[in-house]
Every structure is written in C-alpha cells, then in structure tokens.
C-alpha cells in the first residue's frame, strides 16, 4: 500500500468512527491548558485532572500564578511526576507570559517556547487545541503508533514524526488527528500489547501485516 493512500484511509476511517477527537485534560482558559499540558509531561491526563481544579482555583490566570512561589505551587502538584521542576517552570512561566506577553497565551509556536517548561510539543498542542493551527504535537502515543501503522517509516525522533505526519495530512485535519493518534494510542494501540482485535484500522497497519496479527 503507498503511503499517501495508507493515510487518506485511516483519516476516513477516523472521521466516522471518531468524528469528536479533543483533549483529555480539563481546562477553562488558554491558560489553564497550558498550565495542564506543562504537567502532563511524562504524567497521565487522569492524574494531572485531579491535582488542577484546586491548582486553579488558587491561581487561576498568570497574575495570580507569576505571584506565587514555586513552595506554593508544589503543595498543589506534589502527586504529579516531578513537581519541583514543575513548580519552578509554573512560576518562570507566568511571570514570562506577564512580562513578554501581557498575560496573554501566545498562538506563535515559537513564542511559546520562549516560556519555561515549554517545549515543542506543549507548544504544538497550544496552537492545535486553542489556536486551531496546523501542529502536530508529538508524544509517545503519537510517536509509536505512527511508526506501527506505517505513517512514518523508522523516524528517530519526534520531530521526524511531525513533519512526516504534517507532510501527509490536510492543513485543517491535522488539530483533530493529532487526538485520533492519541486516543488510539492510549486506549487501542498500547505499548506493551496493542489491542489489535479491537482496531479497526488493523488492515492498513503495517505492524499488524508483517506480525501477521497480534496475540
């Protein structure tokens, strides 16, 4: 199968049977997203969701939050993955976010990553989630499940994946495939033992045609 036709049908494939594809991570504003994002790293969404409605009840906007010291946001964070890097890279960004950008979360890609604790996958999910760009966000569910289906062929590194995935996929689909990729990451096609009874995109996937099916 060439790979452009590999993609045009998993896209349709994911637009019936996932027409609304959107983040896990429980948000109100631009900023509170960013906030939750910085978190997830290397930490599930099920557990960052717990630990943000208190985090942003106390500081709920830059002004509050760039005010705070990073003690204090570690009471809140502490259950997450490395919470005193979180907590420092919290206050440097909202005070960073105050300084360069009024308060205002930028929709620049670039731009974002001048803000501590955020690397271009953060970045790329602030501008697909809220600014409805064209980035592909690229973590490990992406980034395996692109190379088991067949979408990028042995990338090394995320940023391989991304301009794989941004090369093949339309402009405007790209915001919601980035959650197709996810999801089925997460919930389908899993690390340890894909589910590959239950996907149903198994006949385009290169993984499952050269094991000849999963156990």
């Avoid at 909202?94 to 300084?99: D, G, H, I, K, T």
Wanted: glycine share 6%.
């Amino acid at each position: 199968m060439k790979k452009q036709e590999r993609y045009d049908k998993m896209i349709a494939w994911f637009e019936q049977a996932m027409p609304v594809a959107e983040t896990e991570l429980h948000y109100e504003t631009p900023f509170q997203l960013l906030v939750a994002v910085i978190l997830s790293a290397q930490c599930t969404d099920k557990r960052v969701n717990m630990v943000t409605p208190a985090l942003f009840r106390a500081y709920p906007d830059a002004e509050s939050m760039a005010a705070a010291s990073s003690d204090d946001i570690f009471q809140y964070i502490k259950s997450v993955s490395y919470p005193n890097n979180k907590s420092r890279h919290l206050v440097g960004m909202a005070q960073r976010l105050l300084s360069d950008f009024g308060g205002i979360v930028p929709c620049d890609v670039d731009d974002l990553q001048r803000l501590p604790g955020v690397g271009r996958k953060t970045a790329n999910v602030i501008a697909a989630v809220i600014f409805d760009q064209p980035a592909m966000p690229v973590d490990t569910h992406v980034f395996r499940v692109s190379n088991r289906i067949g979408l990028t062929h042995n990338s090394k590194t995320p940023l391989e994946t991304e301009r794989e995935l941004v090369k093949h996929i339309p402009p405007e689909k790209i915001p919601t495939a980035h959650h197709w990729l996810i999801l089925h990451g997460r919930y389908v096609c899993q690390a340890r033992k894909p589910h590959c009874g239950e996907c149903g995109i198994s006949d385009l996937c290169a993984y499952y045609a050269k094991k000849g099916g999963c156990e």
